[in-house]
């Protein structure tokens, strides 16, 4: 089956800087790879996703990049702001399900 | 969200007790699926159901039984749980379409087993 790693486990930018966050996968069948943001107690809610038949998607401050040679994706998030603390997941798979990194806790520091 | 919905929202129960998780969806999606988020694991894919009666192992199934009679519900029993159950449980839906794969979130059941 599909696995997913992501790196790294906690990220600590200044405000205002950029954050950049990687994940691997192994299956070259996964075609779809979301990104899901979650604060503590509440749902994964989706920033952004891309197709593997996509290099890069942009949507205002949030960017995602997808290398399906070397099965690798990541998220860039620019001019980070103190509402861009949470846990992100990504995951890679298809209509049958997704596997999940094992998150990245993102630290705004003021 | 507020078109998929689970039930309760917290439950504790004990060890060997069979207990039911309840989700509902009212926009027609055709899949379906369970995730448990443990602490260090990120979400893990219990069962799935890509339409009424047909439903598929996860990553994680064994404890866990799925039945999907009808579209909109998607329940998740544990037929006697144990301590190691013990998570916040996702329910999720999707219309699994090629255009779109996006699976929308329940709120969650954070589940104890004593």
């Known amino acids: 089956g599909e696995n997913v790693e992501q790196h790294p486990s906690t990220l600590s930018v200044q405000e205002g800087d950029s954050a950049v966050i990687k994940c691997t996968y192994s299956?070259?069948?996964?075609?779809?790879f979301p990104w899901y943001k979650q604060e503590l107690g509440k749902r994964p809610q989706l920033i952004i996703d891309?197709?593997?038949?996509?290099g890069e998607k942009k949507d205002q401050r949030i960017a995602v990049t997808l290398n399906k040679t070397a099965k690798h994706f990541s998220l860039h998030i620019t001019e980070t702001q103190p509402e861009d603390s949470a846990v992100y997941f990504c995951?890679?798979?298809?209509?049958?399900?997704?596997?999940f990194g094992k998150g990245t806790h993102l630290i705004i520091q003021p | 969200d507020a078109g998929i919905t689970q039930s309760p929202r917290y439950k504790i129960t004990e060890t060997g007790r069979q207990v039911t998780l309840m989700c509902h969806q009212t926009?027609?999606?055709?899949?379906m699926f369970w995730y448990r988020q443990d602490l260090g694991h990120g979400l893990r894919l219990i069962y799935y159901s890509a339409a009424a009666d047909i439903t598929d192992k996860g990553e994680v199934p064994d404890g866990y039984v799925v039945s999907r009679s009808k579209t909109e519900n998607f329940p998740l029993t544990l037929e006697s749980a144990t301590r190691s159950q013990t998570s916040v449980y996702f329910c999720?839906?999707?219309?699994?379409?090629?255009?779109?794969?996006?699976?929308?979130f329940g709120p969650g059941t954070r589940l104890t087993v004593t």
């Open positions: 995951a890679g798979g298809g209509a049958d399900g997704l596997t």
């Open positions: 926009w027609s999606h055709s899949y």
């Open positions: 999720a839906s999707s219309t699994g379409t090629a255009s779109s794969y996006e699976q929308y």
């Open positions: 299956d070259s069948a996964s075609n779809y």
């Open positions: 891309i197709r593997s038949n996509v």
